[in-house]
């Protein structure tokens, strides 16, 4: 049966990681039987390779305002390209991680529609969701809102807030995802590096979509968007706070940018982690009956039950860590604007000598001009 893959995250879960690698492999893909293309709509401030956007981002008009009901009347004319995607094809490839949050924020019509047109077709609808046991990915969350400028006062803040999406009760939301397409539709993934072939997400990936063991692909060399560590997400959360617009995301690129480059070159160095024993363990007893419950139900491999003891020691902003964190922040900080001002100069000496060049041969011209028209009176006899 012809089948649509939807993969929904959820966030901080490896999904850029593997939309870079489908994007890279899409020929790979094909020639087993599975198309991945973008779409033909632009959304600000989206990857083309979030190929699924079109179920989750409202159209605006000219001004910035949301044009009612636009969305759900762009669904109908993507879902026919999909359907043309499959008559040469027999499976489709969609993905975007705001889908795991979307259908929080606003339930599950989008979802319907993609159900009612695979039925029309007779098509399968599977859906394709990693999950992460709730203290890492609440930390990674976390890490990931400050790196995208959002002001958030602590961890702690965060973690008491009333939104659904940080109460990740994993159970609730597969059953209600298994409740339109069906429970063996769903392929539900531990993530976790100890557990992929390799230690890779890709690899994971390709065997969850049945392309395990395959050969001709390429894997690039490390995994996208990595998470900010402990160090690196306090001080981008103060910037963020300090920073003069009112609004989030308020994110200066040269600071997150940098929080960025440290965490992944100095990482090692900054194992502390926001979560205490005692609260870890408060967390995994708030979800431990829902996991178990996911375990039985979804899991092929893996344990989602968080019975592992936290091996990272907690973190303190009075560490050694964070001052040595701190310095390295700013050493890095001075480095890249003292690359960015060579890079400069360079160019302005290259403009330099440009104008320089062309005044000489505009000078040269207007000489020769005089020349042949007899007007040179520069050399007198």
């Known amino acids: 049966m012809k089948t649509i893959y939807l993969h929904i995250g959820q966030p901080k879960t490896g999904t850029s990681s593997i939309q870079c690698f489908c994007a890279k492999n899409r020929e790979f893909l094909r020639q087993n039987g599975i198309s991945y293309e973008y779409m033909p709509y ?3 401030g989206t990857r083309r ?8 981002c409202d159209l605006r008009d000219e001004k910035g305002n949301v044009i009612p009901r636009g969305r759900e009347e762009r669904i109908p004319e993507a879902l026919e390209l999909v359907k043309k995607q499959l008559e040469e094809n027999e499976s489709v490839f969609l993905t975007d991680e705001r889908l ?3 259908f929080f924020d606003f339930g599950y019509e989008t979802l319907r529609m993609v159900k009612e047109f695979a039925d029309a077709n007779s098509f399968r609808l599977c859906i394709l969701a990693y ?4 203290d890492q990915w609440l930390l990674s969350l976390y890490h990931q809102r400050i790196q995208m400028g959002y002001r958030e006062e602590s961890f ?7 939104d659904p999406k940080w109460q990740a009760d994993y159970w609730k939301a597969l059953e209600d995802l298994a409740g339109i397409v069906g429970e063996e539709n769903m392929i539900v993934r531990v993530y976790d590096r100890a557990l992929f072939p390799g230690g890779r997400i890709e690899e994971d990936f390709l065997e969850a979509i049945g ?3 395959k050969e001709g692909y390429e894997i690039p060399p490390r995994e996208t968007n990595p998470s900010l560590t402990a160090s690196y997400a306090e001080i981008m959360r103060v910037l963020n706070n300090y920073a003069e617009e009112k609004e989030p995301p308020v ?3 040269l600071f997150e940018e940098t929080a960025a480059r440290c965490s992944e070159n100095f990482g090692q160095m900054d194992q502390g982690s926001l979560l205490s024993e005692e609260a870890i363990r408060i967390l995994r007893k708030q979800y431990e009956e829902g996991n178990k419950k996911v375990e039985e139900t979804y899991l092929k491999k893996g344990n989602l039950s968080l019975k592992n003891a936290p091996s990272k020691p907690v973190w303190s902003a009075d560490s050694d860590d964070m001052r040595q964190a701190q310095i390295l922040y700013m050493g890095q900080l001075i480095l890249s604007q003292k690359k960015e001002i060579q890079e400069l100069k360079k160019e302005l000496k290259a403009q330099r000598a440009a104008h320089e060049k062309l005044c000489r041969e505009l000078k040269l011209s207007r000489r020769l001009g005089r020349l042949f028209s007899g007007n040179d009176t520069s050399k007198k006899s």
Do not use: C, D, I
């Open 42 to 44: 632009e959304y600000r």
């Open 131 to 134: 999950l992460r046991p709730q």
């Open 49 to 56: 390779e979030r190929n699924a956007r079109f179920l989750t």
């Open 251 to 253: 994110v200066e690129k």
């Open 211 to 213: 392309l395990g063991g």
């Open 156 to 162: 702690e803040a965060m973690l008491e807030s009333e």
């Open 100 to 102: 795991w949050n979307h």
